[in-house]
Antibody, heavy 120, light 110 residues
Framework: QLQLQESGPGLVKPSETLSLTCTVS??????????WGWVRQPPGKGLEWFGS???????YNNPSLKSRVTVSVDTSKNQFSLKLSSVTAADTAVYYC????????????WGQGTMVTVSS | QSVLTQPPSVSAAPGQKVTISCSGS????????VSWYQQLPGTAPKLLIY???KRPSGIPDRFSGSKSGTSATLGITGLQTGDEADYYC???????????FGGGTKLTVL
């Protein structure tokens, strides 16, 4: 059974870069029918679609985050990653990685989420 | 401000039925599939409905989805206290070239 697990620092200083990795286990990240995405949820707030990547390299990012977001994939490690630059307190959130279906854009498998706090 | 509009909260008694609406536009709901997610307190979201009205394996038929034009609806019948959760609609927005979610609806089973 495919599982996703986020990893990365729980505390990042303002103006620095937040880096998270999602490890895919129980299946291959190199599946043409799926892409890999990031969703975040600030404390007490709703879900925010963050960015996605297909193993072939096609990426899409939330336009509200402009050029701060980079999503990448490492097929050799069965991992995909997120980098968010110039973070502020507003980037404090639970970050989820998830598998999305190319056919219908539904996220059918989610990681447990990792809390990232931006604070000095 | 979310691209998709959901009511902040709904409530109903155990055993009753509730519907949750999700309103969008032609660039998102109107021309793309809608999904619905359930988020129990302190847990990751869980896919309830995909492709507007299909249920993943293991999701009971008490949960249903529909879409008409630029709006979608999640229905839950035979409400149980365990259904208390936040519910989100989601879809792709072709103008933004990005996924979008509704603001979420908190379901209270009185």
């Amino acid at each position: 059974q495919l599982q996703l697990q986020e990893s990365g620092p729980g505390l990042v200083k303002p103006s620095e870069t937040l880096s998270l990795t999602c490890t895919v286990s129980g299946g291959s990240i190199s599946s043409s029918g799926y892409y890999w995405g990031w969703v975040r949820q600030p404390p007490g707030k709703g879900l925010e679609w963050f960015g996605s990547i297909h193993y072939r390299g096609n990426t899409y990012n939330n336009p509200s985050l402009k050029s701060r977001v980079t999503v990448s994939v490492d097929t050799s490690k069965n991992q995909f990653s997120l980098k968010l630059s110039s973070v502020t307190a507003a980037d404090t959130a639970v970050y989820y990685c998830a598998r999305g279906a190319v056919r219908n854009d539904a996220f059918d498998i989610w990681g447990q989420g990792t809390m990232v706090t931006v604070s000095s | 401000q979310s691209v998709l509009t959901q009511p902040p909260s709904v409530s109903a008694a155990p055993g009753q039925k509730v519907t949750i609406s999700c309103s969008g536009s032609t660039s998102n709901i109107g021309n793309n599939f809608v999904s619905w997610y359930q988020q129990l307190p302190g847990t990751a979201p869980k896919l309830l409905i995909y492709e507007n009205n299909k249920r993943p394996s293991g999701i009971p038929d008490r949960f249903s989805g529909s879409k008409s034009g630029t709006s979608a609806t999640l229905g839950i019948t035979g409400l149980q206290t365990g259904d208390e959760a936040d519910y989100y609609c989601g879809t792709w927005d072709s103008s933004l070239s990005a996924g979008v979610f509704g603001g979420g609806t908190k379901l209270t089973v009185l």
